[in-house]
Nanobody, 121 residues
Framework: QVQLVESGGGLVQAGDSLRLACNFS??????????LAWFRQAPGKEREFVAR????????NYSGSVEGRFTINRDNDKNTVYLQMDSLKLEDTAMYYC????????????WGQGTQVTVSS
């Protein structure tokens, strides 16, 4: 089983920055065999994709609403994936979830519990 633990959420003002982290662990699991992603869910809305990364050094993918403001990267030495969020907007307020699956999976097998990000005016 894979465990994902998010951290770094909080209350910030519009225009501020925040960095989320997601630590990966799992007995017998090798971090580099997994692709990672961030999703978010705002109250009353469906969960939506934010960003994903496969191997370190490969070009990540972003949703259109965050491209140019958010950056996903992974530190394979620390078994951690990060989401750097800059120029935060009110509409970025949501619970942010980390997800993982094997590199060539077609779905997301493992999920964290989430970390809350609230952006105020």
């Amino acid at each position: 089983q894979v465990q994902l633990v998010e951290s770094g959420g909080g209350l910030v003002q519009a225009g501020d920055s925040l960095r989320l982290a997601c630590n990966f662990s799992g007995r017998g699991r090798t971090f580099t065999n997994y692709r990672l992603a961030w999703f978010r869910q705002a109250p009353g809305k469906e969960r939506e994709f934010v960003a994903r990364i496969r191997r370190a050094g490969e070009t990540p993918n972003y949703s259109g609403s965050v491209e140019g403001r958010f950056t996903i990267n992974r530190d394979n030495d620390k078994n951690t994936v990060y989401l750097q969020m800059d120029s935060l907007k009110l509409e970025d307020t949501a619970m942010y979830y980390c997800a993982a699956s094997l590199l060539y999976s077609t779905d997301w097998s493992f999920w964290g519990q989430g970390t809350q990000v609230t952006v105020s005016s």
